[in-house]
């Protein structure tokens, strides 16, 4: 599908919102019973949509505005000294792409990460099922990372789907046992580095949330954009 006129999209109904607290959240998303090819999703991508499982979508709150969609500037991009630490700790660890995550060894990663950071979301608990759909949807764009170490332990996987002007970091899952390597930080600026060696030049990092603690990491990956008002803004520190 490749006209943009006949596009579909629904909004949701007003629900709680998972990032800030006594607010309301509804989304608008692309009708899921459309086909979606790699041209319609980068234009959607750079008009602050987002994917999630098999829905593509993007915030639109009666009362809020506060989602910002948020992208690196690859070519751009210095790591600080703390990223750059970050980067010789895990010189170690061996990294592959991978066709699919739909194994055994793979949902027992998830399971652990969902279950010690993120008791508290909407996906816990975790289910096979929930991952399946989430995670494990085939867009002939989407490339699994996976990361081992030395004696080929999956320590971390991230899901990345390819636009034309950049990548976007959909999701990653990583060892929770190991607090000292920055699991986090690690896939994204080896995402960083990957985008910028396929000529690339952005890094979709989903939506900045002022106010909300869990997204304040977003801002130490500099240069960056916010998509404000329809058009990337480049701001050098959205506090």
Known sequence: MTDLSELRFFQTSAHDCGYLPDRQASNVFV???????????SFLS?????RSG??????RCDSCQSCVPFRV???????SK????????NEDLQASQISTIDSDEFYSLYERYIVARHSDGEMYPPSREQYNDFLSKEWGMTRYLALRDQKGKLLSVAVTDFLANGLSAMYSFFEPDCPERSLGVFNVLYQIQW??????????LGYWIKGCQKMTYK??????????NN????VGDPT
Request: charged share 25%; aromatic share 16%.
């Open 82 to 89: 703390s990223q750059r630490r970050c980067l010789k700790r």
């Open 54 to 59: 098999g829905h593509v979508y993007r915030p």
């Open 73 to 79: 500037v690859t070519e751009a991009f210095t790591p």
């Open 46 to 50: 750079n008009y602050g949509f987002r």
């Open 31 to 41: 009708d899921p019973g459309q086909e979606l090819d790699a041209s319609i999703y």
């Open 231 to 234: 058009q990337w803004i480049s």
């Open 219 to 228: 801002k130490s990956y500099r240069p960056y954009q916010l998509l404000i």
């Open 195 to 204: 985008a910028r060696e396929s000529g690339l030049p952005y890094l979709y």
